[in-house]
């Protein structure tokens, strides 16, 4: 399995509608055929602790079943389009693959 992990910090002036349609194109990922399963959040109200980071505007996991998925994720129309409809809501994107 590999788990495909983005963190996006948004621009601070984009409205309510603008943030459900990012939250519905994040969405929209799942359908992609090499996605087993995707998890969409933003970070949790929980207690706040020096060495938790909740300064990210949306969190996207995805899991595929191995590398070779990764990859037809990333070449798929639907995350293509994603990219270039949104990209210029962010200001910043981390990820992190593990295996």
């Known amino acids: 399995m590999l788990v495909h ?13 603008q943030l459900a349609d990012f939250r ?9 055929k090499a996605v087993d399963k995707i998890y969409v959040g933003t970070p949790a ?11 990210y505007s949306f969190a996207l996991t995805v899991l595929c079943k ?9 070449v798929d ?3 293509l389009a994603f990219i270039a409809k949104f990209k210029t809501f962010w200001t910043k994107v981390q990820i992190y693959d593990a295996e």
């Not at 191995?66 to 990333?74: I, L, P, S």
């Open 5 to 17: 992990t983005v963190y996006f910090w948004l621009k601070p002036e984009l409205t309510a509608a």
């Open 24 to 32: 519905r194109g994040v969405e929209s990922l799942g359908t992609i």
């Open 45 to 55: 109200k929980t207690e706040r602790r020096p060495i938790i980071d909740s300064s």
């Open 66 to 74: 191995d590398v070779a998925a990764h990859d037809a994720y990333q």
């Open 77 to 79: 129309p639907i995350h």
